[in-house]
């Protein structure tokens, strides 16, 4: 099993290398194309491209889907890291490069080590999982503190009153944990709010001859 892991590891090193600044977008596979919620990840797809981000998702269905398909409608770059479950996912049609991951663990990693910021549109089991595995990761400064932004204010402001109300109150996270979440209801908001905290926080810039971000020497 071990040899297996890291082999998958040294595999996604090599298959994710030169995507680019990335932003994974979180969200249910469940949504159908006629769902709001998918217009909305569509939009948001759109908007982290034109500011030059490659989009990462799970590369399914539902949500992942829309948001690579609205970066490759504005002509940006759509990147999909997908887990190998027992329930086979086909890949959605909208992706520059699709890659299979069989161990949790790793793929997180990889969606941790190649992304600037994370937008968690509404989902389930799965997209709570990864939200707060990168919230925990901020929280204990393994990570850089890396944008969060909750994507619906409708769906996610009943969850932020719990962690305010239940939790920050009954002392098992701080306020400045709850505080670390951004939540918007407007595409070109979070597009903003992740170029922007890019820019001051990992020295990103764009090139001058390609709307894509690159690291600041």
């Not at 709001?36 to 939009?43: C, D, I, M, N, T």
């Not at 949790?104 to 997209?127: C, D, N, W």
């Not at 932004?149 to 769906?155: P, Q, V």
């Not at 992740?194 to 690291?215: C, E, I, N, P, T």
């Amino acid at each position: 099993m071990s040899l297996k892991a890291f082999r998958e590891l040294i595999t996604g090193f090599r298959q994710l290398h030169f995507v680019g600044p990335c932003v994974t977008v979180f969200g249910s596979a469940r949504f159908p194309e006629t769902h709001p919620h998918y217009e909305f990840a569509r939009s948001v797809g759109q908007q982290l491209a034109l500011e030059g981000f490659t989009v990462m998702t799970g590369g399914g269905p539902g949500i992942m889907e829309a948001a690579n398909r609205g970066a490759k409608e504005v002509g940006g770059h759509s990147v999909g890291c997908n887990i190998v479950l027992p329930m086979e996912q086909e890949p959605n049609p909208y992706l520059d490069k699709f890659v299979d991951f069989e161990y949790f663990f790793i793929r997180k990693l990889m969606l941790a080590k190649y992304s600037y910021a994370f937008v968690a549109m509404p989902g389930g089991f799965g997209t709570l999982d990864e939200l707060f595995e990168i919230a925990t990761l901020v929280q204990t400064r393994k990570v850089e503190e890396f944008p969060m932004i909750l994507a619906g204010s409708e769906f996610w402001n009943p969850m932020l009153d719990f962690l305010r109300e239940t939790m920050a109150k009954g002392g098992t996270i701080s306020g400045a944990d709850v505080d670390r979440f951004h939540v918007s209801d407007s595409p070109e908001e979070i597009a903003t709010i992740v170029s922007d905290l890019a820019k001051k926080r990992f020295g990103l810039q764009k090139s001058v001859y390609k709307r894509r971000w690159w690291m600041f020497e």
